[in-house]
């Protein structure tokens, strides 16, 4: 009776009926550029991984397999099972871009016939933590081919916006290039799909990429660059942050630049010595870059910057990553602009914090800046592609 007199109706929160997947469980996830998928469990090894292939039925002659990684565990009752977690990339198309040496590349190859904008205001394209090595989601494979259709956004939306008076396009390099081998006392290397020097490679061979095909629509390229802490050489000794891999595969890009007349007005942006920060005057506006990791309230270190009257301080727009996702503030009169990362997610992050992790929107930033004009007109974000394991 008091049951009844007390009951609520239509009490709590409606529910989704799909149930979060978990990373464990059997689940494929695929493009037309290949992906991954997690078999069920088993008692007994495949005879090779091939054979892990019929479980989706993916036909062997039309993939290839580029790693697999094994899970061990015991059940309750004692039985010890595993499971495959196997990256495929379509036959004849390689994970990484073409791997004949690039100086010779640069030397023969020759811009399409483009005429290039003239104007006032500077074009910015930013990209960030595309972290090449990280295993996590779809992988390296799963970030080129992000990395490869945010830059076909990109052309387009210069496209759409190169008659406003474009004359000089930005391409900052945000840090976290790759994900190195530092992080987490070294463990990190435990969790990677590339070695050190590949991760390096393939970040030199897709800046390149994105090079060639900005030059040809300017006579005036800039490549500004910052640190990443993922990026660091080492920590064995505190050594100058200019010591970064990110920096330096922005400088082989331009030493291999120098190769060709047809992109000598490449040219680069970095930090002083012992500086994670950079501002470059653009178009009549200053625009300031850091990674990130040195910042947790940006709006307290963006006024402690400017009062101390550093280069950064005097920014009028301030361009960040590191926190792998989007945000736009308006700091006073200036600009704060947190771009996202094109890496796979972190299901650590996932399972820290619930948000972002690998359910967090990936892309790359573009806005419009020069003197008198409003930055905030033409920002957009673009290739939005929303990493999002659990469905």
Known sequence: MLEGLNELSHQGSDKRTTAPK???????EMDANGGYFVSTPRKEEPADATELLAE??????????????????????????????????????????????????????????????????????????????KDAGDGTAGTVGRVRRALEASLQRHNEIKGRGIGQIALPQLGDCIEGVVSQGGKIAGRLDLDLTSQIRVGRRVLLEWVKAFAPLTDNLIIPVVPGNHD???RQLITDPVDSWQVEIVQQVLDI?????????????????????????????????????????????????SLGRTDVGNSEVLITAHYHHFAVRSLGPRLWVQI?????????????????????????????????????????MLSGEQIDKRR
């Open 22 to 28: 978990e990373s464990w469980r059997p689940h494929l």
């Open 56 to 133: 989706f039925d993916l036909n062997p002659a039309d993939w290839t397999i580029t790693s697999v990684r094994r899970s061990k565990w015991q059940t309750y009752h004692g039985e010890w099972l595993q499971s495959f977690r196997v990256s495929v990339t379509p036959k004849g198309r390689s994970v990484a871009p073409d791997i004949s040496a690039l100086e010779r590349e640069i030397s023969k190859w020759r811009p399409k016939a483009h005429k290039p904008t003239k104007g006032d205001l500077t074009a910015i394209y930013n990209i960030g933590d595309t972290q090449w090595g």
């Open 232 to 234: 660091e050489s080492h």
């Open 257 to 305: 630049c120098k190769e060709n007349p047809a992109l000598a007005h490449v040219q680069g942006r970095f930090p002083e010595r012992d500086n994670t920060t950079l501002a470059v005057e653009m178009s009549g506006t200053m625009v300031g870059f850091a990674h990130g990791h040195q910042i947790r309230d940006p709006e307290k270190w963006f006024a402690g910057q």
């Open 340 to 380: 996202p990362a094109l890496d796979g997610g972190s299901a650590w992050f996932r399972d820290r914090r619930g948000l972002g992790g690998d359910t967090s929107w990936t892309g790359v930033v573009s806005l419009v800046v020069g003197e008198g004009y409003d930055p905030r007109r033409d920002l957009v």
